[in-house]
């Protein structure tokens, strides 16, 4: 892949698109101090709101990946890219926990088209021994929108309220959704694709089985709960990083929104960091030690969810800068994770269900996520958070352990 090549221009658009998209995501995060001062919100309905996001996206996953297989990705990231600007954007009208939560939920049934869409781009672009890679360069723009939020969503909160804050973060998608719409075609379709490199992407994507076609199909495959169970216990991590972390910074660590500005998105800076190392990681394995492309993404996945013992250990450490540091080894190891999960899913479905399948596999994490945050909302005003983040570095490893007992079913034969 040269720096000229269409696939290239293709993974920046979805990278500007994932920006975005967690741009938008991550402002309430970021206004949830202010937010729950000014709309009298106790931790238990914001946990509610964090909930109402996380089970429309959890149950919106598949059937997002679904409208994307059915009318395509040109058109159909387009609309739900311009369905979660204006989700977003209505934020700013809330006038209690009940309003915020609505409005959170549309976001979140808009929002979970985003991930399935830019799988299926990276499957239909990407050859097979260049997919982690993209997908690493990918997910790496999940990190990078959760960097940018708290400094855009708190600059403009600071100026002209958290009203207008929701405004400027959710008008971003509107740009992007004309851009996508414009610029995005299949590789058989792109004006803009050489025969040469066309050749080279064809050349390079190995046969899979048939077009499980149906979600009920595709549930039923052991290779889908192969990939499903480890993350449903990897996603909690991430949740509590992009909804819980300025709360924990704020009634744990005495931190304003100002310092919470100033240092909430360091763990994502190292999360892009390990999302771009996760995608290299893979070829690396497969040249170092001769895995084959399945068991080199789980030994990455493996040796990951080792360095998830790090925010398990935020408890222990009395300075918030050292916690500060775990969060964001915690934020490194998980995006590894992440980004290798999300490639076996483009690896061993075919390109007909790959928004779908990856859809499904983001609802069962979603899931895991939603129920870990319902028990935070319950349990952090109780018991702290140190408990809480004690139970992360131990999901991930019994996910990698999952994974390497039914790593058989996700060796494919050559059609």
Known sequence: ????????????????????????????????????????????????????????????????????????????????????????????????????????????????????????????????????????????????????????????????????????????????????????????????VTPQELDEIRAGQRPVPASASTLRAIAATPRFWAIAVPRFLAEPAWQTFSFWIPLYLAKERGMDITQIALFAWVPFLAADAGGILGGYLAPLLQRWRGFSLENSRIAGIALAAILMIAPGCVGLVASPYAAIALLSLGGFAHQIISVLINTLSADVFPKGDIAKANGLVGMAGWTGGLLFSLAIGQLADKIGYAPLFACLGVFDLIGAVWLFGLRRHLILQKA
């Open 1 to 192: 892949m040269t720096w000229r090549s269409a696939r290239l221009r293709i993974l920046l658009l979805v990278m500007v698109g994932t920006i975005i998209n967690y741009i938008a995501r991550n402002s309430l995060g970021v206004l949830a101090p202010q937010l729950k001062a000014d709309l009298a919100i106790t931790t238990q309905q914001y946990s509610y709101i964090v909930g109402a996001f996380q089970l429309a996206y959890t149950v919106m996953q598949p059937i997002g990946g679904l409208l994307i297989d059915k009318i395509g990705l040109t058109a159909g990231f387009a609309l739900f890219a311009a369905a979660w600007s204006l989700a977003n954007m209505a934020h700013g009208f809330a006038r209690g926990w009940l309003s915020l939560a609505a409005f959170r939920g549309l976001l979140g049934m808009a929002e979970a088209a985003a991930i399935p869409a830019g799988m299926k781009t990276i499957g239909e672009w990407f050859p097979d021994r260049e997919r982690s890679v993209a997908v690493g360069w990918f997910n790496a723009g999940t990190s990078l929108g959760a960097v940018i939020a708290p400094v855009i969503a708190a600059l403009v909160a600071k100026i002209y309220g958290w009203q207008a804050a929701f405004i400027v973060t959710g008008a971003m998608g509107l740009a992007f959704a004309a851009a996508w719409y414009w610029l995005y075609r299949s590789p058989d379709k792109a004006s803009y």
